[in-house]
């Protein structure tokens, strides 16, 4: 069966995409194109062991079914990792064009973070930062839950008054709750507006569309569903409350310039203008996940700079909800003191998998540090407990993201979409 897989996604690969930029071939006359290949199959197959592991994939359907139909055990796709690792180190790239430099290395960090994932389906445990690292290329700090402290002071002054420091904000931000049966033209309006602001700066494949729905019983509160020809399905759980700053975050994060762009342009770039196959396979817990949720969420600042996303909501979102925007200035203030606390989780996740405190009082640190209530810190914690150190790449993502599209010049636009288009690496941007 191993050799009718390798034969037939040879087969397919060969008039299933236009010719790659040419690739260095390794002394028996192996080449990342056939590699890139073994790789998508790999990916598929560990897909078949863990339900969710694939986010997205838009090759030959062909090459997922064959994934199906006789997927190697965990050990056996652990054994295919370490060949294709070795296979990739045994190619040359001296000389080569640079992207085809970038191409090796982003294969093998991928077969990197693909072995981490099967070693841990296998048993294995790592600690929080181990894991992280492992799977998305980049090692968290871990900051002691009081150096937050100082934050909280700050809010606590913003918002005073009886009764506990969350139960405070949860009262001031109920005023800015989007009444449900509003929830369809306010996001319908924040999406459109981020759209508008990203065309302007980012030409997107002319074909490019998306579909919206409410959703509920999930972890998360929004997701983006990549089904390649430049299409996406979003999706927002409705089962807690969402603020009006959160329709533009959302808006931003799992639309534009976030997921729906990223991947809508990585799709162009490579596996249509290029026939880099392994890109048509996202594996949600690799270093793809660090770029694409740290550039989601710095898209919603470069999106809507300074005052300009208070300003929309005031003058577009209110309305739209029927909400008062009398405090909307002291909204705005809450939420920049608020995203300092982001990586105060990271201490809580790292504490609660690892057995030091139990699930309750982890969540009673939840509802502190990120000022949820408990219906939401729960929900949070349901999110750590399925996708564990993923929670990395939000906030330090964003930030090393950040770091690096500000650091390449005046042009944060261009910056962002060369990053979007790319196979750069966290390791490339820390």
Not at 110 to 121: D, K, T
Not at 221 to 246: C, K, M, Q, V
Request: aromatic letters at 10%; glycine letters at 8%.
């Amino acid at each position: 069966m191993r050799a009718f897989l390798f034969s037939l996604l040879l087969l397919v690969g060969a008039c299933a995409t236009p010719a790659a930029l040419p690739a260095t071939a390794g002394p028996s006359g192996d080449s990342m194109d056939a590699i890139a290949r073994d790789y998508v199959a790999l990916i598929l197959e560990i897909g078949e062991r863990e339900p969710g592991y694939v986010d997205a994939y838009y090759g030959p359907a062909e090459w997922q079914e064959a994934a199906k139909a006789n997927p190697r055990t965990v050990p056996q796709l652990i054994e295919g990792a370490a060949d294709i690792t070795g296979r990739l180190d045994a190619v040359s790239t001296a000389g080569a064009d640079p992207a085809v430099v970038q191409r090796r290395a982003y294969l093998l960090a991928h077969v990197s973070a693909a072995s981490a994932r099967l070693r841990m389906l296998s048993g294995e445990t790592m600690s929080f930062a181990d894991e992280a690292e492992a799977l998305f290329g980049i090692r968290p700090e871990l900051r002691p839950l009081e150096s937050f402290d100082p934050v909280l002071a700050e809010i606590d002054a913003l918002l005073p008054g009886e009764g506990t420091l969350t139960e405070r904000v949860t009262a001031f931000k109920s005023h800015y709750v989007i009444p449900k049966d509003r929830l369809q033209v306010v996001m319908d309006a924040a999406i459109a507006e981020c759209r508008r602001r990203t065309v302007q700066h980012i030409a997107l494949p002319a074909n490019e569309r998306f579909t919206l729905s409410f959703v509920g019983d999930k972890p998360w509160s929004g997701y983006n569903y990549y089904l390649g020809d430049a299409a996406s399905r979003i999706e927002i759980n409705a089962d807690f409350p969402i603020y009006t700053e959160r329709a533009i975050d959302l808006g931003c994060h799992e639309g534009y310039p976030g997921h729906h762009v990223y991947n809508a342009l990585l799709e162009q770039t490579f596996v249509r203008e290029r026939g880099w196959v392994e890109m048509s396979v996202y594996p949600l817990f690799s270093p793809m996940s660090f770029v694409a949720e740290g550039s989601a969420n710095y898209g919603i600042d470069l999106a809507f700079p300074g005052e300009e996303g208070t300003r929309f909501e005031r003058e577009v979102l209110f309305p739209l909800a029927g909400l008062d925007p009398a405090t909307a200035d002291r909204k705005a203030r809450l939420g920049a003191l608020q995203r300092r606390l982001a990586r105060a989780e990271y201490t809580i996740a790292d504490d609660y998998l690892a057995g030091r405190i139990e699930r309750a009082a982890a969540i009673r640190q939840l509802m502190k540090y990120t000022l949820a209530d408990e219906a939401k810190a729960t929900q949070r914690l349901r999110f750590i407990d399925t996708y564990r150190s993923y929670i990395i790449n939000y906030g330090l993502g964003r930030d090393v993201v950040q770091a690096w599209v500000e650091g390449q010049g005046p042009d944060r636009w261009a910056s962002m979409e060369r990053l979007l288009s790319s196979q750069i690496l966290p390791v490339d941007l820390d």
